[in-house]
């Protein structure tokens, strides 16, 4: 144990000692820069690795804060130009949006030119589709003309006709509806029967003879003879038909030419009834 403390003494008394000399040559450095000799030279020797690992340190805590604030520089950019891609997509789907509704405004717009009939586009506001009736609702009214009665068409084919008219709203009666009944033929066959529809998204076409063609595919237009509709607008197409013994009427379904479910905008025919 005495030996072992008088040898950890020893080496403090060398270390001492030499932090003392150390301390001695850099004092003599610094008053006397001028003079070389051993003592310069050991002060450099003993001052350079020192110096030498000091600056080491300093670039290296320099380069670290320099990649800091250059990722801190990236974080900011890229929030930026995250920023700004959302404002570009945002206004690209405006740009979209615009551009599909004015489609549909100029199929419209061209339909109303092929029937050279008076009327006014209008926007679906309401879709109703409840048990009892099959409705939609239009952003225009009696302010502007709107009437009961007036046909609806999409760019597709029919799709009503007004039954009410407040100021600025008007309520259309769906040909999918129960209650509409339309005069309609076969396109291709020119037979006549009257369209009633089904309450489920369809109709069939009544008191057709078991005599006459039809075929799945085969194109609806109304007829016009009661005055409700212009003769010659799209209904819709057959589905499916069924020739029955004991009937003296086909049983015909149809699917409606316009989809109610993606109906937007449609046209609000300025047609007077035929008395």
Known sequence: ???SASKRKKNLIILAVFLLLTLAMISYHLRYPERPGLIRIA???????VQSTLMASFHSLRDTWTDYLHLIGLRQ??????KKIDELTTELNRYREGYLEAQRLQALLSLQQELKIP???????????G?????????RGTTRGVRPGQPVLSSRGVVGRVIEASPNISKVLLITDEKSNIDALIQRTRAEGILQGNGSGGGRLKYISNLEDVQAGDVLLTSGLSGLYPKGLVLGSVTAFDKKADSLFQKID??????FNRLEEVLILDYKQKK
């Open 131 to 139: 048990t009892l009736f099959k409705t939609i609702l239009l952003d």
């Open 254 to 259: 149809m699917a409606p030419a316009s989809d």
């Open 119 to 129: 009327a006014m586009a209008a926007r679906v506001i309401d879709k109703s589709q």
């Open 77 to 82: 950019e890229n929030r930026a130009l995250g």
């Open 43 to 49: 002060v450099l020797e003993i001052t350079g690795p």
């Open 1 to 3: 144990m005495d030996m």
